[in-house]
């Protein structure tokens, strides 16, 4: 399967995003909240945020099947129960969080060419196995 380069655009959108992704978990552990009001508060601005990002949007969109619906709800819960771990784990004192927020980017870094394969059938080639190798390496030596 032929897929497109990543372009300056996807990299500039990839930077902010992930910005986004590492800024609050980070700011939740010093907020003095626990992970669990750490979760539950950001999930709250999340679905704020994307609703009102997304509202102009799907307004005028059809509605998807039921079996979408049910796919993407069951995502949801799992995602919704990742994020509540990670928010745990981010506001531990025991934990060092920027360590742990790098090796959860590497292990979605490794787990998505991974599950793309799984779900569509789409190989690595030889330079991305090359690559998931390396992000598999980095997570030794971030533990070191």
């Known amino acids: ?20 992704f590492v800024m609050w ?17 950001v999930i709250i601005g999340s679905a704020i945020g994307g609703i009102a990002f997304a509202y102009t949007s799907i307004r005028v969109q059809p509605i998807p099947t039921l079996y979408a619906c049910l796919i993407l709800l069951a995502a949801g819960a799992i995602n919704g129960a990742a994020v509540y771990y990670y928010s745990m784990k981010a506001a531990d004192p025991q934990v060092p969080t920027g360590q742990f927020i790098m090796t959860v980017i590497i292990m979605m870094v490794v787990v998505s060419p991974l599950f793309n394969y ?27």
């Open 118 to 144: 799984l779900v569509s059938g789409e190989t690595l080639s030889a330079k991305q196995w090359v690559g998931l190798g390396t992000t598999i390496l980095s997570v030794f030596l971030l533990a070191g």
């Open 1 to 20: 399967m032929n897929t497109p380069a990543l372009n300056l655009s996807h990299i500039l959108w990839a930077l902010g995003i992930g910005t986004a």
């Open 25 to 41: 978990p980070i700011v939740g552990k010093y907020s003095q909240a626990t992970g669990a009001w750490v979760n539950t508060i």
